[in-house]
Every structure is written in C-alpha cells, then in structure tokens.
C-alpha cells in the first residue's frame, strides 16, 4: 500500500492585529482576564475585503511551493472551515477556480475544530487506496466578521481568530515515513453546547430577524465554555493514546504535539497529563487565538518554518470541539 505524507505546508493570516487592549475599547473585558484564561494576546481579524477563500488560497500557494509541485499536479481538494464564504456551495469549488485548476473534485468538511484532522483523514485513504497522488487539504476560517462585539459575546469574542493553514498530501513509495493513522470521534448529544444556530433550516433568516430586529443571539456562536473545557481535558488525552497504542508507542515518543489552538490552559492540561516536556508542544495560540480548522494546518506550517518538525520526528496531532468531535493523527515526518 503507498504511504501519505505531508509534502508541502503553508499558512496566512490577515495583517490587521486585534489586541486585547484593542477588544477592551469594544466590550468589558480587559488584557489580564483574557491571558489568563486563555493564554491570547492578540487575534487576526480581516478588516477588508478578504474572505474565507481568499485567505485559503494565499495558504495553499505557498504549500505548493513548498511541496516544490505544479498545481496542476493536485488532484483533489479537501477543505475544511466552519465559516464558508456562502451557506451554498462549500469554498473548495471556489478555491479549485481561484487556483486555475483543472475540473478536480472539491470535498468541504464541516467538522470545526476538527476539520482538519477530518480532512486529512479523508486525504491519507484516498492517498493509500491508489485513488489520488496529490490532494490539497485546508483549513480556513473568518470568524471575526461573525462575533458578537459587545460585552453579551466577551466569552466567545476574544477567543476566536481568523486565518488559514494547507497542506499538500501526497503518494510515497517509502513505506517508514507518513500518515501512521488518523482517528476521528463524535458525540451529537453535545451539539448545542458550541453551536451557530442561525439562519440555518431550524431557523431560518425571517424567524431570526422578524420582529426581533439585529440583536437576536441566534446570529452568534454561543460556547457552554466550562463545558467545553471539560470535554476537551478528557478527549484529547483519549484521542492522542488511542493513537499511541494503535502504533504500539509511547508518549515519550511523540517528538512534537500540535493540538488545535482552542485554550493555552487546555494545551498545557495536556501536555501535563501526557508527561510532555513544554517544547514538546507547540503553541502559537498567544499570536493568532482560536482559528478552528486553521490552526492545526496553521501551527503545522510555523513548526516546520521554526525547525521543529524535521525528517524522521513523530509528530502527533489532536483536536476537540463542536459536534462534539475530536480525533488525532500520527506522522512519521
Ligand atoms: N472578559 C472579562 N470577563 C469575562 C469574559 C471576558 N472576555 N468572558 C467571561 N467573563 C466573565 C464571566 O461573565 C464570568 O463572570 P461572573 O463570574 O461574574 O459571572 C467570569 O468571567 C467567569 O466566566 P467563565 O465562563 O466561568 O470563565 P472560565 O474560567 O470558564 O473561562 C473560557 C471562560 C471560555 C475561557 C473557558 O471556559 C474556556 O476556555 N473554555 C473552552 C473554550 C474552548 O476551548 N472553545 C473552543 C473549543 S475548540
């Protein structure tokens, strides 16, 4: 069977720094409050006409040159986010004609936190079966056009970042190195406890606005954070073993952990209760906040700029969130 590997990876965030002090002029909320809790001292969010596809495009050139490929050797697109340019169609069609592809199919995965994890699952056993040789995965998200800006939204507002991450999944005949495995969960029950309920097909844009005018909440993520955080300290040790002894290796083999960026307290929650050393985890939280299926493909690309990720390293991704859904993916670099 071929092996998958991560060729190529490459990241973009919107210039526009959005600093806690800068959120404290909006709401009530202040700079000591939100590093504390989450470990964030400043967001990207777009203040022009850039846009989920847009910022997922600048990502995924610069995974194909740093895959050192022609675009036209890709040969599907998986992409990930929780925020698409349209309700209708998924941006990986959009990205497929702003790359000036060929008619390639384009998958959108709507798993959030996890979307990335997700889509790279789907990339590995397209890769492994035969089916593909070259598959572009991305992560992308603009979430700050979205965000309640008042104090009634200061517990999701100041987590939340835009940005996007890419990774170009390719066919290797070196049977050592790629996608050990992936592993993906869910748990529905939970769905409303980190959730956009509006417009949707529950609640359509006439229910939300009619009468009630722009303020109803519907329009807002609404995050049970102490709940979430619960969840997310259990699953993302239980996703990084699962991973572990499917392999039949340890921890202290793992060279570098990147979780999804949701919390630094989580990250370090983890990094504790795996036995990992701090520069066994990486953390770019503190730059970019939470960027959803971005920040793994995001913190993946700086990794490796930083020479953290080198040939040869077992590298451990994780995530948890809405769905609830979490899942991890072990690499042989
Ligand atoms: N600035 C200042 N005060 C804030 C605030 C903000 N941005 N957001 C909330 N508060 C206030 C609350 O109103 C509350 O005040 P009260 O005690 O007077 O009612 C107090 O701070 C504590 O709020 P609480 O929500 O209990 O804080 P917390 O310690 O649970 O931290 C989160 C909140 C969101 C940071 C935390 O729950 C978390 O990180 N959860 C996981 C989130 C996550 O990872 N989401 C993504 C999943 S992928």
Not at 291 to 309: D, F, N, Q, R
Request: charged share 20%.
């Amino acid at each position: 069977m071929n092996s998958a590997i991560i060729k190529g990876t490459g990241y973009y965030v919107p210039e526009n720094i959005v600093t806690n002090d800068d959120l404290s002029k909006l709401m009530d909320t202040n700079d000591e409050w939100i590093i504390e809790r989450t470990g964030i001292k400043e967001r990207r969010w777009i203040n022009n006409d850039e846009s989920t596809s847009s910022m997922a495009l600048e990502a995924s050139k610069k995974a194909i040159k740093d895959a050192g490929i022609d675009k036209h050797d890709i040969d599907f697109i998986v992409f990930a986010t929780l925020s698409p340019d349209y309700y209708f169609p998924g941006p990986g069609v959009t990205l497929q004609k702003e790359l000036g592809l060929n008619t390639i199919g384009a998958l959108d995965v709507r798993n959030q936190c996890s979307g990335f994890i997700y889509a790279l699952s789907v990339a590995d056993q397209y890769i492994k079966t035969g089916m593909y040789n070259n598959i572009l995965v991305v992560g992308s998200e603009y979430h700050s056009g979205g965000l309640d800006k008042t104090t009634r939204g200061r517990g999701v507002t100041v987590i939340f970042g835009d940005g996007a991450g890419a990774a170009i999944v390719s066919k290797s005949p070196n049977n050592d190195r790629g996608i050990l495995s992936t592993h993906l969960h869910s748990q529905g029950e939970h769905a409303e406890e980190l959730t956009l309920i509006g417009p949707s097909t529950r609640r359509w844009v006439p229910e939300i606005f009619d009468g009630k005018g722009k303020d109803d909440e519907a329009i807002y993520p609404y995050m049970n954070g102490t709940f979430v955080f619960k969840h997310a300290v259990t699953r993302f040790p239980e996703v990084i073993n699962e991973a572990l002894t499917k392999n039949k290796l340890q921890s202290t083999d793992i060279d570098l952990l990147i979780p999804h960026q949701a919390n630094l307290r989580i990250s370090q929650f983890v990094q504790k209760k795996m036995g990992l050393s701090e520069n066994q985890v990486f953390s770019n939280i503190q730059k970019y906040g939470n960027t959803t299926a971005a920040s793994i493909p995001i913190a993946l690309a700086e990794a490796k700029l930083e020479g953290k990720v080198k040939k040869g390293d077992l590298i451990c991704l994780a995530a948890f969130g809405s769905g609830f859904t979490w899942a991890s993916a072990l690499i042989r670099w």
